[in-house]
């Protein structure tokens, strides 16, 4: 069964860098797009980030750029999102996904998310 799990998330104080990370298995990991999205409570899903499979493409929200930076380790099957100067509008729960680019680039595939909370 395909997985993707979520770790890193916490508590972090204005300003600050966190970097959190979502291991895949039972996926052919080096042939997804893998993606970074938000939601916090009362405001819509927000797609952060997005790596190409070989981690040479990244494209970024302008809500993150800047500050956020996606990469990838495709022999440990693990994508990572490094956030730094966080505010506390970063605040929420934060989810990977994998899109097949073969199947029309969809994602296909959740982790449960990572709580990341800024304190103000």
């Known amino acids: 069964q395909v997985q993707l799990v979520e770790s890193g998330g916490g508590l972090v104080q204005t300003g600050g860098s966190l970097t959190v990370s979502c291991a895949a298995s039972g996926l052919n990991f080096r042939t997804y797009v893998m993606g970074w999205f938000r939601q916090a409570p009362g405001k819509e899903r927000e797609s952060l980030a997005q790596i190409s499979e070989s981690g040479s493409k990244t494209i970024y929200a302008d809500s993150v750029k800047g500050r956020f930076t996606s990469s990838r380790d495709n022999a440990q099957n693990t994508v990572f999102l490094q956030m730094n100067s966080l505010k506390p509008e970063d605040t929420a729960l934060y989810y990977c996904?994998?899109?097949?680019?073969?199947?029309?680039?969809?994602?296909?595939?959740w982790g449960q998310g990572t709580q990341v909370t800024v304190s103000s």
């Open positions: 996904a994998a899109a097949k680019p073969t199947a029309g680039g969809r994602f296909d595939y």
